[in-house]
């Protein structure tokens, strides 16, 4: 069974909203998460690392204050994209390490965001 | 410069034909982890295989194994027997060690779409 959590996994939004996505690992303490971006028929790309009580650390040309982080428990990251607007569209999927494994990388089903 | 490449955009198999899906990397680091993954149209990424760069023999998981030779920095995926159900994206990743940095998140190549042929 799935060992990360995801939700939801798909949301269609009116542009100016707010949307906010989960991310849990379900058996295992996950002191970092990512969050990875990822266009039609193109790559992940990594949109920032998560880190348990403490600040996310994004990656180059993602916007902080767009794309809010809170990694609040050992168990759960949160993205919101805030005043979502049409070019936000893509679909957002999040993985989360077990650190007692060597390969333990594991991801969510993703979430498909739909601005209108 | 690129991390990690797939050079394949897209294959063709012949059902329970073998295939090959490329992938070469770039690190300077002595300890990194080499991943691969399936994405089928699901969007879910599933996990495959993985290859530690000390480890000493290639990695094999059922009908997937890994190909690696580091001297070139390659680390081809082969699927022996394809099934119509292996048609899908898949994607290599690296991992590199402590000494690139504390989050060592995944670096994915461009994929490659692989589509078995009936």
């Known amino acids: 069974g799935a060992v990360v959590s995801q939700h939801p996994s798909r949301v269609i939004c009116k542009s100016g909203t707010s949307v906010k996505i989960e991310c849990r690992s379900l058996?295992?303490?996950?002191?970092?998460m990512f969050w990875y971006r990822q266009f039609p028929k193109q790559s992940l790309m990594l949109m920032a690392t998560s880190n348990e009580g403490s600040k996310a650390t994004y990656e180059q040309g993602v916007e902080k204050d767009k794309f809010l982080i809170n990694h609040a428990s050992l168990t759960l990251s949160t993205l919101t994209v805030t005043s979502a607007h049409p070019e936000d569209s893509s679909f957002y999927i999040c993985?989360?390490?077990?650190?007692?494994?060597?390969?333990?990388?594991?991801f969510g089903a993703g979430t498909r965001l739909s601005v209108l | 410069a690129q991390k990690i490449t797939q050079t394949q955009p897209g294959m063709f198999v012949q059902e329970k034909e073998a295939v090959t899906l490329d992938c070469t990397y770039d690190t300077s680091d002595p300890s990194y982890g080499l991943f691969w993954y399936k994405q089928p149209s699901s969007g879910e990424m599933i996990f495959l295989i993985y290859?530690?760069?000390?480890?000493?023999q290639n990695a094999t998981e059922g009908r997937y194994s890994l190909n690696f030779q580091k001297a070139r920095k390659s680390a081809n995926l082969v699927i022996s027997a394809s099934q119509l159900g292996d048609s899908a994206m898949y994607f290599c990743a690296m991992r590199e060690g402590r000494s690139s940095g504390s989050a060592r998140q995944l670096t994915f190549g461009s994929g490659t779409q692989l589509t078995v042929l009936p």
């Open positions: 993985s989360a390490r077990d650190e007692t494994l060597r390969t333990g990388m594991y």
């Open positions: 058996d295992f303490q996950a002191t970092t």
């Open positions: 290859q530690g760069s000390y480890d000493q």
